[in-house]
């Protein structure tokens, strides 16, 4: 069973970083699409960011500009570097892998999931 362990949350005030990873035992992790998603309470997941095989990326209009994802093969673990964090951050932060759904932040597209890991921006 592959497992995706998110870690690096936190509280934070408006205006800090954080930087959140997601490791895995994953063998072929560089064949899989990975993104990041948040669910803020009473709402929806939503896609932040993503990740392609290539080592492309794509990220929600909301966080251009202050978030960045990245990855590491050797290490298998994924990064998601936040800057300049706001309230409306706030959240669970997941990460999800597929194979062969290119770059995507469409939930449905996932179908490997974390347990995730807690965001709060404070003013």
């Known amino acids: 069973q592959v497992e995706l362990v998110e870690s690096g949350g936190g509280s934070v005030q408006a205006g800090g970083s954080l930087t959140l990873q997601c490791t895995t035992s994953m063998y072929t992790y560089e064949y899989y699409s990975w993104a990041w998603f948040r669910q803020a309470p009473g709402k929806e997941r939503e896609g932040v960011a993503g990740?392609?095989?290539?080592?492309?990326?794509t990220y929600a209009e909301s966080v251009k500009g202050r978030f960045t994802i990245s990855k590491d093969n050797a290490k298998n673990t994924l990064y998601l570097l936040m800057n300049n964090l706001k309230p409306e951050d706030t959240g669970m932060y997941y990460c999800a892998a597929e194979l062969n759904v290119g770059l995507t932040l469409s939930r449905d597209d996932f179908g490997i999931w974390g347990q995730g890991t807690q965001v709060t921006v404070y003013s």
């Open positions: 990740i392609g095989t290539d080592g492309r990326t």
